[in-house]
Structure formats: structure tokens, C-alpha cells
């Protein structure tokens, strides 16, 4: 298997404009995770999925960001619009159910908002 | 807010030495793992305890976890520079399935 895969890798954008980023996890797992990884706050949970289904989005800052899961191969997180405090790296992370609990992360989408 | 709190926030040792880490969680969890990340890469998985255990090895690795304490410990013996890394303790509460990952100790080893 390719393991998660992440898109696009880096993305430098101006303030104001939309931002997708996108996951593909691994075929079979059936949780999907989004974290936001940065230096002051580390690595933190946004939402997740069971079943393409948004279980917890406690995480969200605010508004500005929805993520999707529409298919079980499919996830994106959206950001609009983007504002510099938005600069961090995104990390995508499936699991499956039976597994006991560990996660399979992604590279990371690593963003800059100017 | 992070669950877990690790200590030190890095660490500097010379191969062949052992490292050790520890973290600390705040409530009851399901289980613990830890995670290692190399600089620019996603993280990666290295073992899991469950909340019953209080011991566990894979390799030169080994996990002891003290629920009365809410606290655990990453040993990894014998150092290599190659185990220079970032790790992260990772804990899962009762009743959720979210990974609330802690701030991480910055591990470096010298050659």
C-alpha cells in the first residue's frame, strides 16, 4: 500500500484566498484524522471521521474551515479565507478500527499565508 | 488543549547512551503510544500500551506506563544517530477515539 497520501505537499498563498488541501488514507481504515502542526501549539486535532462520517470537529478554529469526507478513499480540508495565522503544517492520518488505535500519518501539507 | 506534557522538551545524548522521556496525561485513556517524527516528515507510529499493561518492549524500545500516576516512559537503548528525532507521547481517552498527542521531546544523537 502507498500509505496516506497528502496534496499538495506545500502551498503558499496570499491572505484572503481559498485553500483545499486533500488526503487520500489508506485503503481498508475506516478513521480519518486531520491535525494542524505548529510550533506554538504543536499538534493539534481538528476533526475526524468514522465511516465518512464527522464524529468530533471540536478542533475547528473557527469558521473558516469545513472539511469533507464524501467517499471512503477521499478527504479535504478547506480553508476560507485564509489568514496568516493559517500558516502550519496539515497532517492527514487514517486508522483502522480493528487495529487497536495507531495512526497512519500523511507527509503533511505544509501552508503559508502571506 | 494537548493531553500530554513531555519531558524534556529535548535531550542530547551520544550513541551508545540511552534516552529516556517521559510524559505525562492528564485524564483516564484507553492507551498510550508513541510516536517518532523526523524533521519534515509525518509521524510515525512505534508502540502502543493499553491502560492494563505496564510494561512493553519492541526492539530497543520499551514503554512503562503508571495509570495512578497518569504518566509514562520511553527508553530507547543504545542510541544510534539515526534515532535523532522528534517523540511524541500520544494518549486516547476513555469514551473518544481522538489521539491527543503531547508537545514532544526533541531527541539528538551524537555520533
Known amino acids: 500500500d502507498a500509505g496516506v497520501i497528502q496534496s499538495p505537499r506545500h502551498e503558499v498563498t496570499e491572505m484572503g484566498q481559498e485553500v483545499t488541501l486533500r488526503c487520500k488514507p489508506i485503503?481498508?481504515?475506516?478513521?480519518l484524522f486531520w491535525y494542524r502542526q505548529t510550533m506554538m501549539r504543536g499538534l493539534e486535532l481538528l476533526i475526524y471521521f468514522n465511516n465518512n462520517v464527522p464524529i468530533d470537529d471540536s478542533g475547528m478554529p473557527e469558521d473558516r474551515f469545513s472539511a469533507k469526507m464524501p467517499n471512503a478513499s477521499f478527504s479535504t480540508l478547506k480553508i476560507q479565507p485564509s489568514e496568516p495565522r493559517d500558516s502550519a503544517v496539515y497532517f492527514c492520518?487514517?486508522?483502522?478500527?480493528?487495529?487497536?488505535?495507531?495512526?497512519?500519518f500523511g507527509e503533511g501539507s505544509r501552508l503559508t499565508v502571506l | 488543549s494537548q493531553q500530554g506534557e513531555e519531558d524534556p522538551q529535548a535531550l542530547s545524548i551520544q550513541e551508545g547512551e540511552n534516552a529516556t522521556m517521559n510524559c505525562s496525561y492528564k485524564?483516564?485513556?484507553?492507551?498510550l503510544q508513541w510516536y517518532r517524527q523526523n524533521s519534515g516528515r509525518g509521524l510515525v507510529h512505534l508502540i502502543l500500551?493499553?491502560?492494563?499493561?505496564r510494561e512493553k518492549h519492541s526492539g530497543r524500545l520499551r514503554v512503562t506506563l503508571d495509570t495512578s500516576k497518569k504518566s509514562s516512559s520511553l527508553l530507547i537503548t543504545a542510541s544510534r544517530a539515526a534515532d535523532t528525532a522528534s517523540y511524541f507521547c500520544?494518549?486516547?481517552?476513555?469514551?473518544?477515539?481522538?489521539?491527543?498527542f503531547g508537545t514532544g521531546t526533541r531527541l539528538q544523537v551524537f555520533p
Open positions: 500500551i493499553r491502560s492494563n499493561e
Open positions: 500520544a494518549t486516547e481517552k476513555i469514551g473518544t477515539d481522538k489521539l491527543i
Open positions: 485524564t483516564s485513556i484507553n492507551n
Open positions: 492520518a487514517s486508522s483502522w478500527s480493528e487495529a487497536g488505535g495507531e495512526l497512519f
Open positions: 485503503s481498508g481504515h475506516d478513521y
